[in-house]
């Protein structure tokens, strides 16, 4: 759909090769998921910004929960397309991000700006200071994986990841592990 219209200088499937990806071909623009493997998008999104690489990114997903829209927008997203929405949407938001404009889907623009305004401040940067390495070792542990698991994958010790555990919990106020997935969540931190 999309090479009818634009050129197409490369598709990744997760990631981590999304970063790497836009800072050797240099799009224009990026169209991304929220979910993909290794690292889910809005993080890829935070690394290629903490990194100074400016490129717009219009996400095209099928996560229609505010909080995960609001999450891309604060991040750096310049759209928000639903995978349900008329293929028109998604060619409408990557000519709005060219321009510098910012475009979120119809039908949960609104939905989107009334969250921003009822979240309490506090919570917002409670989230928004959890790193890139916080929320996957938070993805992880909602994936069910053991803290060992977790420190052979991320290469550290099963102890530094309880540390992060703890570190996490601390930061949004969750007393328990259950009350940390459901706070990840409930706040698009992770997906259900």
């Known amino acids: ?4 219209e634009f050129d197409l200088v490369g598709v990744i499937t997760d990631g981590r090769a999304m970063v790497e990806a836009a800072k050797t071909l240099h799009p224009d623009v990026i169209v991304a998921d929220v979910s993909m493997p290794v690292l889910n998008g809005i993080d890829a999104l935070e690394t290629l910004r ?13 996560h229609n929960q505010p909080a995960y829209a609001r999450r891309a927008l604060k991040a750096g997203a310049c759209g928000y397309v639903l995978k349900l ?3 028109e949407e998604l060619v409408q938001a990557i000519r709005i991000a060219l321009e510098g404009g910012t475009f979120v889907s119809p039908a949960i623009a609104r939905a989107v700006f009334e969250l921003a305004d009822g979240l309490e ?6 989230i928004a200071k959890l790193t890139a390495h916080q929320r996957e070792i938070l993805r992880m542990l909602t994936d069910g994986m053991s803290a060992k698991e977790i420190a052979r994958e991320l ?11 703890y570190q996490i919990m601390d930061s949004l ?19 259900p």
């Not at 759909?1 to 009818?4: T, W």
């Not at 990194?51 to 996400?59: H, K, L, R, S, T």
């Not at 106020?173 to 997906?191: F, N």
């Open 1 to 4: 759909m999309l090479s009818v």
């Open 50 to 62: 903490q990194e100074g690489v400016d490129i717009p990114v219009v996400f095209l997903t099928m």
């Open 85 to 87: 929405a008329a293929p």
């Open 121 to 126: 401040a506090d919570s917002v940067e409670r």
């Open 155 to 165: 290469a550290i010790s099963p102890r530094t990841v309880e540390s992060h555990k």
């Open 173 to 191: 106020g969750a007393q328990s592990s259950t009350e940390l997935i459901r706070l990840a969540i409930r706040h698009g931190i992770v997906e």
